[in-house]
């Protein structure tokens, strides 16, 4: 189940396909009785929307979107249509419109639902609870066990001890029908379209003709599918989906970042930037390719191929020296290691039931989140910090720890990159690449050394602050 929020003509459209629901004769709604038309279908909802006492919210939900499965090769496309008309009169009790197709163009027979939340009878909005304790999509589940049962169909009658649960947006409902997670899709045509790319730029216009929109967003990037406007961040896609990986996959090899302001720019022409080396004053320069730059706004991010040495020139373009690209940090800075997207599971329940109880059941979820970042910094410190070392150098040698990780992360998506394009084009690979459990798993030590680390800045940070506030009679003391 699935809440639609502003693309309510294109969900319509997209389930009264003629060729998913046998020309168009499996597809149907309560209120039209001629040829389907979702634009005049959409109106129609909509007006009776509008038609409410709070009338169309920005953002609110202007319907429902249900699927209904069955198991393969035991239902007819009639009577599994039949059985999606009694279970939508059912669900809506005649007070609701709604759209009705069967589909047969996959594996397994399966009921599309669409359900305008207002009522063209009571000009109210449909209740429905998310709630895990008594969700709607449960009763809803029985009743469609009724009918099955009725008609001596299967009933997964197993899943009743797991929690039925909205599908992550609609585009995760179809994807969740084609039996796929709507963030693998995003993230094999992410991986398809930077295997075809040579760019940054040309990374975006084909994955953009794949459906997917790419913005960037200071040191992150935001895809966007452009049919009904789904948004995720790097960040929730995995390690292997942000600027720098994404380069990586690009340049097809393991690449290093240099960040500077326009200001810095001595000149753009032939489709190169001309880069003031910081610290210079002006009189020496590098010359970078504008295909391994990302730009946003005023600031560039430029990736470097880690082994191609860089050539500097004076003001007037005479050769003075080159260099590798990790010998650039001594004029520009080093990106620090991105932790802002990395978090861990936190407690929110929903439980009491006055709001004073929901209140105090939400403090003590947080003070379980405050024990486990602890035991977290003591894990961390357990495994890091040496007796005899100062802090900041333990976290200088955990940095420098997945600096080194990240690398050979890099150059194993990078490998994979490369078995992609050999697949697509029919031909054996090379040499081994390691699989996708091999792949998750390094992820995962990743994300774990990342979480020391921030672990450890915690402490680093609580350190200093309570060094800050100590009187100074009491630190001289202590001295």
Request: glycine share 6%; with cysteine; charged share 30%.
């Amino acid at each position: 189940m699935g809440e639609i929020h502003a693309t309510l003509g294109k969900s319509i459209a997209y389930i009264v396909q003629g060729q998913k629901t046998d020309g168009g004769r499996l597809a149907q709604t309560n209120f039209q009785s001629y040829a389907m038309d979702h634009q005049r279908a959409e109106r129609i909802m909509t007006r009776d929307i509008e038609a409410c006492p709070q009338g169309a919210l920005k953002g609110g939900v202007l319907a429902y979107h249900v699927i209904q499965s069955f198991r393969p090769g035991e239902v007819s496309a009639d009577l599994a249509h039949q059985v999606g008309v009694e279970f939508a009169e059912r669900i809506t009790d005649g007070g609701y419109k709604y759209v009705l197709a069967t589909h047969t163009d996959k594996g397994h027979i399966h009921n599309h639902l669409i359900i305008c939340a207002a009522s063209d009878i009571t000009r109210r909005k449909m209740r429905v609870d998310a709630s895990k304790k008594h969700p709607t999509i449960k009763q809803w589940w029985k009743i469609s066990d009724e009918i099955c049962t009725f008609y001596h169909l299967s009933c997964e009658r197993g899943l009743e001890v797991e929690s039925p649960k909205f599908v992550e947006g609609l585009n995760g409902l179809y994807a969740s029908a084609k039996g796929i997670s709507i963030k693998d899709d995003i993230r094999r045509r992410i991986d398809m379209a930077a295997g075809k790319s040579t760019s940054f730029e040309q990374f975006t216009n084909t994955l953009l003709s794949s459906g997917v929109k790419v913005n960037v967003r200071g040191k992150h990037l935001t895809f966007e599918l452009t049919e009904t406007g789904f948004k995720v961040r790097d960040t929730k896609l995995g390690q292997a989906f942000d600027q720098t990986n994404i380069m990586a996959k690009i340049n097809r090899s393991v690449v290093n970042q240099i960040t500077f302001n326009h200001k810095m720019i001595a000149s753009d022409t032939n489709g190169n930037l001309s880069i003031w080396l910081p610290g210079t004053r002006r009189s020496e320069r590098i010359t970078i390719p504008m295909i391994r730059v990302i730009k946003d706004g005023q600031t560039y991010r430029a990736f470097l191929t880690e082994d191609q040495e860089q050539v500097i020139t004076d003001n007037t373009g005479r050769y003075k020296r080159t260099v590798l690209p990790e010998d650039l940090y001594t004029h520009f800075a080093e990106p620090d290691i991105d932790l802002s997207g990395l978090t861990e599971h936190r407690l929110t329940p929903r439980i009491g039931v006055s709001e004073a109880q929901h209140r105090f059941y939400v403090m003590q979820g947080r003070r379980l989140d405050q024990l486990r970042d602890r035991a977290r910094e003591l894990n961390a410190a357990t495994k890091w910090v040496a007796a005899d070392h100062d802090l900041t150098q333990d976290i200088s040698r955990l940095d420098a720890e997945i600096r080194k990780e990240r690398a050979e992360f890099q150059a194993l998506i990078i490998s994979r990159t490369d078995l992609n394009q050999d697949l697509d084009g029919q031909r054996t690979p090379d040499k081994p690449v390691e699989t996708q459990q091999a792949t998750t798993r390094r992820e995962r030590k990743l994300a774990e050394l990342e979480l020391d680390l921030k672990a450890l800045k915690r402490i680093e940070s609580r350190h200093r602050q309570q060094t800050v506030q100590e009187p100074v009679h009491t630190r001289k003391r202590s001295r």
